[in-house]
C-alpha cells in the first residue's frame, strides 16, 4: 500500500490566503522532502527536514520529529505563480535511498 | 554548481521498439544517481537508484534496465518499448551518502505508440 498520503489533492485559493497541505506517513520516516513541479514537469525542491521546521519566505514546512508520521507545508500570502502541482516524498529509516512520494496537491491560485 | 542534464528532451517511439534515455550530472563526483518514472497525472516512482559506477539497484523494474557507465552518468534502457512505458522520466542525484536531498533533471517526456 502507499505509505504517503497527501491530502488535498486538489485546492484552489485567491490571492493573498494562506493555506497548508498535509502528508501522513504511515510508518516512520527518516526525513521528508518538498517539492513543487511546474508546467514544464520539472521538480523544484522546496524543503528538506529531517526534523523540526524550515521557513523560505511565504513557505514553511514542518516535520513531526516526535512520532515522524507526518509533515505540513504551509504557504502564507499566496499568489499567482505559487500555481503548480506539490509533492511531498519521504525516506524510510533503513531503505537505501529509496524515496516515497506522495500523489501530489493541484494548487491553482486566481486574482 | 552542480548541473544536471537529460537528453533527449523527447520522444515519441513504437511499441517494440528500444529505448536509451540518458542523465549526466557535472560539477559533482561521486554523486548518489536515480531514475524515477510519471505516468501522466500521476506521482513518481523511483526506479533505480546507483551509488557508485557499475552498481545498480532496481526498486521497480517497470521491463526497463540501468546502468551507470561513468561516475557522472546514468543511463535507462530497454530492448523492447511498452505502451505502459508511456510517461515521463527523471533523473536526480543526491550527495553520497544516505538521506539528502534529491535535485532533479529536466525530464524527459516518452510517448508510446
Known amino acids: 500500500g502507499d505509505q504517503v498520503e497527501q491530502s488535498p489533492s486538489a485546492l484552489s485559493l485567491h490571492e493573498g490566503t494562506d493555506s497548508a497541505l498535509r502528508c501522513n506517513f504511515t510508518t516512520t520516516m527518516r526525513s521528508v522532502q518538498w517539492f513543487r513541479q511546474n508546467s514544464r514537469g520539472s521538480l523544484i525542491s522546496l524543503f528538506y527536514?529531517?526534523?523540526?521546521t524550515k521557513e523560505n519566505g511565504r513557505l514553511k514546512s514542518a516535520f513531526d520529529s516526535k512520532e515522524r508520521r507526518y509533515s505540513t507545508l504551509h504557504i502564507r500570502d499566496a499568489q499567482l505563480e505559487d500555481s503548480g502541482t506539490y509533492f511531498c516524498a519521504a525516506m524510510q529509516q533503513g531503505t537505501g535511498s529509496k524515496l516515497s512520494f506522495g500523489k501530489g496537491a493541484k494548487l491553482t491560485v486566481s486574482p | 554548481a552542480q548541473t544536471i542534464h537529460q537528453w533527449p528532451v523527447a520522444e515519441i517511439k513504437a511499441v517494440g521498439s528500444p529505448l536509451s534515455l540518458g542523465c549526466t550530472i557535472k560539477?559533482?563526483?561521486?554523486?548518489?544517481l536515480y531514475w524515477y518514472w510519471q505516468a501522466t497525472g500521476g506521482t513518481l516512482q523511483q526506479l533505480f537508484y546507483s551509488i557508485t559506477v557499475g552498481q545498480v539497484e532496481s526498486v521497480v523494474q517497470l521491463n526497463l534496465s540501468a546502468s551507470r557507465p561513468k561516475d557522472d552518468q546514468f543511463i535507462l534502457s530497454t530492448e523492447k518499448l511498452l505502451l505502459s512505458h508511456s510517461g515521463f522520466y527523471l533523473c536526480a542525484w543526491s550527495r553520497t551518502g544516505e538521506g539528502d536531498t534529491q535535485y532533479f533533471g529536466p525530464g524527459t517526456r516518452l510517448l508510446v505508440l
Open positions: 527536514l529531517a526534523s523540526g
Open positions: 560539477g559533482k563526483s561521486s554523486p548518489n
